[in-house]
C-alpha cells in the first residue's frame, strides 16, 4: 500500500521559515502529482500546493503563494514544503497526499487525492 509520513512540523515565531517533509514508499513516485494541504481547527481542509510528476509546474493557493514553495526530490521519494514569512494565519496540520491515479494536471481538491499522510502540526507563536 502507497504510504506517506510527514516530518518536520514545530514550533516557529512569526517570520520564520521552516521545512516540511514527506516520505513516500509503495509506488513509482515520479509519476503522480503531489500536494499538499493544511486543517487547521474548526477549519475545513484547504488546499496549500501541488506539484507534477516531473516538477515541471506547480500550484499554490492564493494565501501562500509568494512564501511557500514546494518541491520534490524524486531519488529520494520525498515531497518538501518551504515555508517562508510565516503568519498566524498558517498554524495547521499538514498534509501530505497523492491521487491513486495519474494525473496529467495540477489538483487542488482534496477529493481527487486518495493517499494521505497522517500530518505535521506546525504552530506559529507571536
Known amino acids: 500500500q502507497v504510504q506517506l509520513v510527514e516530518s518536520g512540523g514545530t514550533l516557529v515565531q512569526t517570520g520564520g521559515s521552516l521545512q516540511l517533509s514527506c516520505k513516500v514508499s509503495?509506488?513509482?513516485?515520479?509519476?503522480?502529482?503531489m500536494g499538499w494541504f493544511r486543517q487547521a481547527p474548526g477549519k475545513e481542509r484547504e488546499f496549500v500546493a501541488a506539484?507534477?510528476?516531473?516538477?515541471?509546474?506547480?500550484k499554490y493557493a492564493d494565501s501562500v503563494k509568494g512564501r511557500f514553495s514546494i518541491s520534490r526530490d524524486n531519488l529520494k521519494k520525498t515531497l518538501y514544503l518551504h515555508m517562508n514569512s510565516l503568519k498566524p494565519t498558517d498554524p495547521a496540520v499538514y498534509y501530505c497526499?497523492?491521487?491513486?491515479?495519474?494525473?496529467?494536471?495540477?489538483?487542488?481538491?482534496?477529493?481527487?487525492?486518495?493517499?494521505w499522510g497522517q500530518g505535521t502540526q506546525v504552530t506559529v507563536s507571536s
Open positions: 509503495g509506488r513509482d513516485f515520479t509519476q503522480y502529482i
Open positions: 506539484i507534477t510528476y516531473m516538477s515541471a509546474l506547480t
Open positions: 497526499a497523492t491521487p491513486g491515479q495519474a494525473y496529467g494536471s495540477i489538483r487542488t481538491s482534496p477529493q481527487d487525492y486518495d493517499y
